[in-house]
Structure formats: C-alpha cells, structure tokens
C-alpha cells in the first residue's frame, strides 16, 4: 500500500455538470499523475504534478484541469463532463518520498469510475 | 502520436510455458522502462523495470529484455501461472522526469 486513497470510487453524473476528483497521499511524494483507462487506448496521462502548484499537460489534457495546492493533494477538475469522460480515472505517486529510497515507479491507486449520462 | 506501443491486444497460454509480452517505442529519449500488471476493479502494479544501461533484467518468474536499437522490450514469464492472468502495460520514461508513458495493454490468459 504506498498510501493513495481516492475518492469517489464511484460517480454518476449529467453531461454539463462540473465534476472533481480527489487524490490523496500520504508519504510525501513529489510526484503525482492522473490517468484514464479506456479499452484500446490503455492508460494515458492527463495531467501530472512536480510539486506543490507545479502542473503540467499530459497526453489527453483538453477538457481536464488540475490543482495542488499541498503536497498531498491532487484535483482533478472536469469543467463541464462529456460522455466521452466517461472512463476509469488513476491517481498515481513518485518520486522521493518518505525515507531514503527515491521512488522511480509510479504507484497506483485504486481507480475512480466515472459516468456520466 | 502513440509513442509506446503494444500491439498484441491478448495472448493465451498453457499453464507452465513462458509467456513472452512485447512492446515497441518510437522516443529515442525513453531510456527507463516498466512493466505493470492489471487485475480488474484494481490499480495497476509494479513488476519490473529497466534501465537502457541494461538490455536484460531478472526477478523471480519475471525477465525484462531491453532491445535498444529496436527500441523493443519484452517480458517474459516462466512458468505462466493462473494468476498470472491480467492485463499487462508497459511504460516508458525519460530519467529524471517522471513522466510515465503507457502501452494500451496486453491481457494475458493462462490456462489451467
């Protein structure tokens, strides 16, 4: 367990409608991504972090923004939900954490299935 | 513009025999490269990584085969076992950006 929780696991919401997810961790990793898993495409980045405020586009950033404004956590922002978002969302961590031992892989959280209808 | 591919969408195999997963790169500036297992309902885990200093890496049942001048690696799994069946993502990096770019995915079925 490398300390990712997210939240919601589950959402259900109407196109139009402002959506938030939340990423949190808990052993001070510099790094933190989200993904969204979609069938044929695998996982594809859609923003990540370097550091408190510091973001910066991944490969599927249109329509998604991002905010972190303390190390452990990380938002990320549907303005206003399409169907095309409907999709399987991943939080991940890196970097140096907690200890000594830099981390070069990314861990995972459990995911967040969103829907929207 | 897919820069790290896996063109085996599934591969079946009998429980026992080596299970070989590949994945192509078109970045020549990838020079760190991880290999993710994927149960449903779950996160992807971390199995294995490797760096372009090396072309081979080995842990356990799990050996990563670096083909710089291909820009191809592979995973090999001896013995597949039934729990082995997931999906299986390959990823790519540059050092010192921790900026992960993943494969679409191989499911890997072994049968019992």
């Known amino acids: 367990d490398a300390g990712i929780t997210q939240s919601p696991r589950h959402k259900v919401t109407e196109t139009g409608t402002p959506v938030t997810l939340r990423c949190h961790q808990t052993e001070n990793h510099r790094y933190m991504y989200w993904y969204r898993q979609d069938p044929g495409h695998g996982l594809r980045l859609i923003h990540y972090?370097?550091?408190?405020?510091?973001?910066d586009k991944g490969e599927v950033s249109d329509g998604y923004s991002v905010s972190r404004s303390k190390t452990e956590d990380f938002l990320l922002t549907l303005e206003s939900a399409t169907s095309s978002q409907t999709s399987v969302y991943f939080c991940?961590?890196?970097?140096?954490?907690?200890?000594?031992?830099?981390?070069?892989?990314?861990?995972f959280g459990q995911g967040t299935r969103l829907t929207v209808v | 513009d897919q820069q790290v591919k896996q063109n085996s969408p599934s591969l079946s195999v009998q429980e026992g025999r080596i299970s070989i997963l590949n994945c192509d790169y078109t970045?020549?500036?990838?020079?760190?490269f991880l290999w993710y297992k994927k149960y449903p309902a779950e996160g992807p885990t971390f199995l294995i990584s490797?760096?372009?200093?090396?072309d081979k890496n080995e842990d356990g049942r799990f050996t990563v085969f670096l083909n710089k001048s291909a820009k191809h690696l592979s995973l090999h799994i001896v013995p597949s076992q039934p729990g082995d069946s997931a999906v299986y993502f390959c990823?790519?990096?540059?050092?010192?950006?921790?900026?992960?770019?993943f494969g679409t995915g191989t499911r890997l079925k072994v049968l019992a």
């Open positions: 970045n020549s500036m990838f020079d760190y």
């Open positions: 490797i760096s372009s200093i090396k």
């Open positions: 990823a790519a990096s540059t050092s010192g950006t921790y900026k992960y770019i």
């Open positions: 991940a961590i890196a970097g140096t954490g907690q200890g000594v031992r830099e981390v070069t892989e990314a861990f």
């Open positions: 972090s370097y550091g408190v405020k510091d973001t």
